[in-house]
Structures are given as structure tokens and as C-alpha cells.
């Protein structure tokens, strides 16, 4: 197995001469939390004055692509809902490209940003926030009700995710026939906050998994079900274009898996000593303390 290479001066340039296009995870990479990290934003404008194509490819399934742009607006960073591929999304083109039918309905276990995006693309989606409240009752007669018409259970990171909900989605999953189980992702944890990490969407998604003795088609990293409605998009190949993230089993596996660049940064999940440990068996091709060095390299 080849060791990744530290970015210099000579492999920033090999870098830059062979890729066409970035695609940048964004917890750990651009923000942590609501906090830019240094030097975000200059790399980017110096890569696009450079020409190169820009992709954000983000797991957090929290926030639609609107509301990922109108974020980055808040940070200073323009970026057109075009150029963001969020997991919620991947989860609507899933149900698009599968042709799931019109009149099936989704649950969701998640926030606003899966609603909104299988609402944009004509499926009829309810649960997620609105269900955040809710309670269960064990009393003896009780009967907990589902609708029969959910063809599709998508699951995300959810802070109000409860008992009801777990109920939910686990009869539908169970008793609907051919019910389909999604998760946006499985990341275990994420950096919700610019201090500390937080479990990720892989707690909710493993509590259904438990709970129905399935497993789920995964739409977001390392899947590659995202890769290749990129490709698809904007006419790149895939050894054209770099992965840059901060997790090796998410980030740098998707690249991987399509045959991308991978570029490794050190400002979120992944320290050196993970990149280093010997069990450790996910090579980028370069790693980096943040992606701000391309800017430092630029300048060399």
C-alpha cells in the first residue's frame, strides 16, 4: 500500500496540472459549526481564479442544497445550490432514478433538508421535525397506527430523534411491502459545533437497523451513487477531479472508490496519527493541515 505524500510546493503543482475539479466535503474542511476555518475562503476564489471546477459533496443531510448555499452566503463564500450534493439530496434523485411511485409516500427520520429536497422532486414526505414531539403510550390496548402507503423510510442526522419515530419508521420498514430503507449516510460522528464532535446520522441509522434487522441502501459517502450523478452532471472524469475531505472512511474511500485524487486535510475528523496508525489501511494521496496550504503553496 502506497503512504500518502504531505502537499509541497512540487506536489501542490502535480496536483493543479492534472485535475480539472475539487470536490470539497464541508464539516471539518470548510466550517466547523458556524465557524469559517482560516483560509477557506481564499482557497477557494484562488482555485476557481485557476479554472477549476468547484463541487461541494457533503454527508450532513440537515439542510437542503438552498439552505447549504444560503450558509455559505453567511460565511462570505458565494456558492450556487448547483454546486452543492448534499446526502438529502442523493436521497431524492435515489427515489427519482429508482422511479419510486407517485403515490407512495416517504417517512422521514431527519431534518427540514431531506423533506425539502424529496418535496423538489415530487414526493410527498412527512415525519422529521414535525415529529419531534411526539410520544409513545404502553398502555395495554394500545395500538400504534402507521400509514400503509410508505414505500420509503429515509433516515439522517436527527438531534430530535425519539421513540415514536424509531416506531415509525420500523413498522413501515417491517409490515409495508417492499418498503425501502435509506440512510443519507453512516458517519458516526460530525463536527456539529466548531468545539467538539457529535454522534452523526450512523447512531440513528444503526438504531433502525437493530430495530427492523435490515440493513439500508446508503446514498451519500462512500457510496458511489453520488459519484456518479457528478460524472453525469458536469461531463467530468473522474481522474480529472480531487476528492478533499476529512474523513478517511467517508471522504477519502468515495474518492477512492471512483478513481478521484484524494487529498486528506487534518482540520476536522482525522489526525495524523489515524493517517499513520498501521491498522489503518485507507491511503489518500495527499495529506495536508488544512485546505488553506494550497493557498500558502500557491504563493511558494
Same mark, same amino acid.
Given at each position: 500500500?502506497?503512504?500518502? #505524500?504531505?502537499?509541497?510546493?512540487?506536489?501542490?503543482?502535480?496536483?493543479?496540472?492534472? &485535475?480539472?475539479?475539487?470536490?470539497?466535503?464541508?464539516?471539518?474542511?470548510?466550517?466547523?459549526?458556524?465557524?469559517?476555518?482560516?483560509?477557506?475562503?481564499?482557497?477557494? $476564489?484562488?482555485?476557481?481564479?485557476?479554472?477549476?471546477?468547484?463541487?461541494?459533496?457533503?454527508?450532513? @443531510?440537515?439542510?437542503?442544497?438552498?439552505?447549504?448555499?444560503?450558509?455559505?452566503?453567511?460565511?462570505? =463564500? @458565494?456558492?450556487?445550490?448547483?454546486? =452543492?450534493?448534499?446526502?438529502?439530496?442523493?436521497?431524492?434523485?435515489?427515489?427519482?432514478?429508482?422511479?419510486?411511485?407517485?403515490?407512495?409516500? &416517504?417517512?422521514?427520520?431527519?431534518?427540514?433538508? =431531506?423533506? $425539502?429536497?424529496?418535496?423538489?422532486?415530487?414526493?410527498?414526505?412527512?415525519?422529521?421535525?414535525?415529529?419531534?414531539?411526539?410520544? =409513545?403510550?404502553?398502555? #395495554?390496548?394500545?395500538?400504534?397506527?402507521?400509514?400503509?402507503?410508505?414505500?420509503?423510510? &429515509?433516515?439522517?442526522?436527527?438531534?430530535?430523534?425519539?421513540?415514536?419515530?424509531?416506531?415509525?419508521?420500523?413498522?413501515?420498514?417491517?409490515?409495508?411491502?417492499?418498503?425501502?430503507?435509506?440512510?443519507?449516510?453512516?458517519?458516526?460522528?460530525?463536527?456539529?459545533?466548531?468545539? #467538539?464532535?457529535?454522534?452523526?446520522?450512523?447512531?440513528?441509522?444503526?438504531?433502525?437497523?437493530?430495530?427492523?434487522?435490515?440493513?439500508?441502501?446508503?446514498?451519500?459517502?462512500?457510496?458511489?451513487?453520488?459519484?456518479?450523478?457528478?460524472?453525469?452532471?458536469?461531463?467530468?472524469?473522474?481522474?480529472?477531479?480531487?476528492?478533499?475531505?476529512?474523513?478517511?472512511?467517508?471522504?477519502?474511500?468515495?474518492?477512492?472508490?471512483?478513481?478521484?485524487?484524494?487529498?486528506? &486535510?487534518?482540520?476536522?475528523?482525522?489526525?495524523?496519527? $489515524?493517517?499513520?496508525?498501521?491498522?489503518?489501511?485507507? #491511503?489518500?494521496?495527499?495529506?495536508?493541515?488544512?485546505?488553506?496550504?494550497?493557498?500558502?503553496?500557491?504563493?511558494?
Amino acid at each position: 500500500m502506497t503512504s500518502s #505524500q504531505t502537499l509541497s510546493p512540487h506536489t501542490f503543482k502535480d496536483l493543479l496540472d492534472s &485535475v480539472e475539479a475539487f470536490l470539497f466535503d464541508c464539516d471539518g474542511v470548510i466550517w466547523k459549526g458556524d465557524q469559517l476555518i482560516d483560509g477557506a475562503s481564499q482557497t477557494l $476564489d484562488m482555485l476557481r481564479s485557476k479554472g477549476k471546477k468547484l463541487v461541494f459533496v457533503t454527508n450532513n @443531510s440537515w439542510k437542503s442544497r438552498t439552505q447549504y448555499a444560503e450558509k455559505f452566503k453567511s460565511l462570505g =463564500i @458565494s456558492v450556487s445550490p448547483d454546486e =452543492i450534493f448534499s446526502s438529502s439530496f442523493a436521497a431524492a434523485m435515489y427515489l427519482k432514478v429508482n422511479n419510486f411511485p407517485s403515490q407512495n409516500k &416517504v417517512y422521514v427520520i431527519g431534518g427540514d433538508g =431531506i423533506l $425539502d429536497e424529496l418535496q423538489l422532486a415530487g414526493f410527498t414526505a412527512f415525519g422529521g421535525p414535525g415529529d419531534a414531539d411526539k410520544t =409513545i403510550d404502553w398502555k #395495554q390496548s394500545g395500538f400504534f397506527e402507521h400509514d400503509k402507503s410508505v414505500g420509503a423510510v &429515509v433516515v439522517g442526522i436527527d438531534p430530535k430523534i425519539n421513540y415514536y419515530k424509531l416506531q415509525y419508521g420500523t413498522l413501515c420498514i417491517r409490515e409495508n411491502p417492499g418498503c425501502l430503507f435509506i440512510a443519507t449516510n453512516r458517519d458516526a460522528v460530525g463536527h456539529m459545533t466548531a468545539s #467538539q464532535e457529535w454522534p452523526g446520522a450512523g447512531c440513528m441509522v444503526a438504531a433502525m437497523c437493530g430495530s427492523t434487522q435490515k440493513e439500508p441502501v446508503v446514498v451519500g459517502k462512500p457510496s458511489t451513487f453520488m459519484m456518479n450523478f457528478l460524472i453525469e452532471k458536469f461531463n467530468l472524469s473522474c481522474s480529472k477531479m480531487c476528492m478533499v475531505g476529512d474523513r478517511l472512511d467517508t471522504d477519502i474511500l468515495f474518492g477512492q472508490n471512483a478513481g478521484c485524487k484524494t487529498l486528506l &486535510v487534518l482540520s476536522g475528523c482525522t489526525t495524523q496519527s $489515524d493517517l499513520q496508525d498501521p491498522s489503518n489501511n485507507i #491511503q489518500p494521496h495527499y495529506y495536508a493541515t488544512k485546505i488553506s496550504d494550497m493557498l500558502d503553496l500557491s504563493r511558494a
